[in-house]
């Protein structure tokens, strides 16, 4: 009996074992693919020129500093809005089925395709209120788009602050405002920027939504108001293997636009990654 | 032992949607005195103490009818501010729930959202709150450490200094030494017969000899009732009530 259960035991581990190999044999081939690739159309003209010859020479300039508006965009609209909603659920609306149907509606959101996105944003933003194509519509868009992420986790980091530090608070005298902004914020936060992480991948590497909302084909030019339209990268991508005539040259530029993607991601996630750690660390 | 009163519950009922928490509680309370409130769990001896600083405002379909007078002012009168009656009356919980925070920055906050804001000022009262608590010898050279590092009967002591610091004149205890070892208990009890030359105190406690120890009067709750009060003595050596007795003499509860 005994060696029985011992055996089970070690398959189980070798099983999750397997599974991880699994996982990690994927990611890393995909990024060792995409970096031995990309690297070398790297230089220092491709960070900094605009593109030239038809897209076969030159730089990726506009469309680095396009993806980084759009994603700065989406997040600076969707994140005091989005934690915002998540407080006033937990905190403030009444615990009944309106509220459930709220969160489920939310949920829904998270699961639309994100061309339906795209749409949307191309009818409310570009026709509706008339900001055209441009940064603005597509950082909304986008915006919108990661909102239902940023709301969940928000919710769920809000609600897991233990009821009894709340009443801590109220029991010294303190308003709810005070204990939200001064207790319950600050513990939720590890779990707010986790939510802020995942969205700020989605957001760099979405194109539906910002194909008719925000991007432009080529651009000579880096964007000099939130009304002008960008280059992006993911879009960039696109273009390159689906359009032109070169598609040698054309495919060695979209390695790169999609290692420099990979980067992009990786820096703005080790930012937030690190400040969650060190608030983590401050207070466990 | 002075024979001031302080606070006085008259003819309280209280609601949880159609539970009948507390049926008719009337009951006078004495400044710088320990009165302790026991019973069986479910008995209504916590949501009576968590009456007095009206921390039961925070749960949902809860209805309340009669009156708590805090030196003569009923505290449920439409013109008393809750913040301010919260600073008055402080309170201690059943598991010690220290704010993530450093020791240094949990003493802090309730002088902070009082708009304290001089550090000399917040270090002094930290200072001499961490040392009635009788932690500050403990804690003095690692005040920016996280408060969640103590063990737990430091914990509850923080948690006690944090609720003096703001100078309350009542201070409500529920169960406060539920979850501690007894070396941490003892090390309570101790500081809350110390505390009672300055403060009027409510003790709810399941634990029936440590209301003996440490309070001069003791009341005890059964289904929602305030079956007996009255000195502490009387209750546990010559009860009036055959429950009380069945009570305290264990044989249920």
């Keep these: ?284 | 032992m002075s024979d001031e009163l302080r606070i006085k519950v008259e003819n309280v009922n209280f609601f949880y949607g159609l539970k009948h928490a507390l049926i008719n509680v009337n009951m006078d309370i004495y400044k710088n005195m320990v009165t302790a409130m026991i019973g069986p769990s479910g008995c209504g001896k916590s949501t009576f103490i968590r009456l007095i600083n009206r921390m039961n405002d925070l749960v949902l379909h809860a209805t309340l009818k009669g009156k708590v007078l805090l030196d003569g002012k009923n505290i449920f009168d439409p013109d008393v501010d809750v913040v301010e009656l919260r600073r008055k009356v402080g309170m201690v919980f059943q598991k010690p729930n220290p704010f993530p925070k450093s020791i240094f920055e949990n003493m802090c906050y309730g002088l902070q959202i009082k708009g304290i804001t001089d550090k000399r000022i917040l270090y002094e009262k930290t200072e001499n709150a961490l040392k009635k608590a009788a932690l500050w010898d403990e804690v003095k050279d690692r005040l920016n450490e996280s408060a969640l590092r103590l063990s737990g009967g430091q914990q509850q002591r923080l948690c006690i200094a944090r609720c003096l610091v703001v100078e309350p004149e009542v201070i409500l205890f529920d169960e406060p030494c539920a979850s501690l070892d007894p070396i941490s208990t003892r090390k309570i009890e101790d500081l809350i017969v110390d505390l009672k030359k300055d403060y009027t105190i409510l003790v709810v406690t399941h634990n029936m000899q440590q209301a003996a120890r440490i309070s001069s009067k003791t009341a005890f709750f059964l289904l929602g009732e305030l079956i007996e009060f009255g000195n502490t003595e009387e209750i546990f050596t010559n009860p009036k009530d055959k429950r009380t007795e069945d009570y305290v003499t264990g044989r249920f509860g």
């Design chain 1, 1 to 284: 009996m005994k060696a029985n259960s011992e055996n089970s035991q070690k398959l189980g581990f070798l099983l999750l074992f397997v599974c991880i190999i699994i996982a990690l044999l994927a990611l890393g081939s995909i990024i060792y693919f995409i970096a031995s690739n990309g690297i070398k159309a790297f230089s220092w003209t491709f960070f900094t020129d605009i593109p030239r010859k038809s897209m076969t020479a030159g730089g990726v300039g506009p469309a680095i500093v396009g993806t980084l508006y759009l994603v700065l965009g989406s997040v600076l609209f969707s994140l005091p809005l989005g934690v915002i909603t998540a407080i006033y659920l937990c905190e403030y609306s009444p615990k009944n089925f309106t509220l459930n149907l709220i969160r489920m509606s939310i949920n829904n959101l998270a699961g639309v395709p994100s061309v339906v996105f795209g749409l949307f944003g191309l009818a409310v933003f570009v026709k509706l209120f008339g900001f055209h194509v441009s940064i603005l519509s597509g950082s909304l868009t986008l915006g919108i788009l990661i909102l239902p992420g940023i709301i969940s986790a928000s919710y769920e980091a809000i609600i897991a602050v233990p009821q009894s530090t709340r009443e801590a608070s109220y029991a010294l005298g303190a308003t709810q405002i005070q204990t939200i902004k001064k207790v319950v914020l600050p513990a939720a936060l590890p779990g707010i920027l986790t939510g802020m992480i995942l969205a700020v991948g989605r957001a760099a590497g979405e194109t539906a939504p910002i194909m008719f909302t925000a991007v432009t084909f080529y651009s000579r030019s880096y964007p000099s108001s939130v009304m002008n339209e960008v280059m992006a990268l993911p879009y960039h991508i696109y273009v390159l293997m689906t359009e032109g005539t070169h598609p040698e040259e054309q495919k060695l530029i979209a390695y790169g636009c999609a290692f420099i993607l990979l980067i992009l991601v990786l820096a703005v996630s080790s930012i937030a990654i690190y400040l969650r750690e060190k608030q983590r660390r401050k207070y466990v």
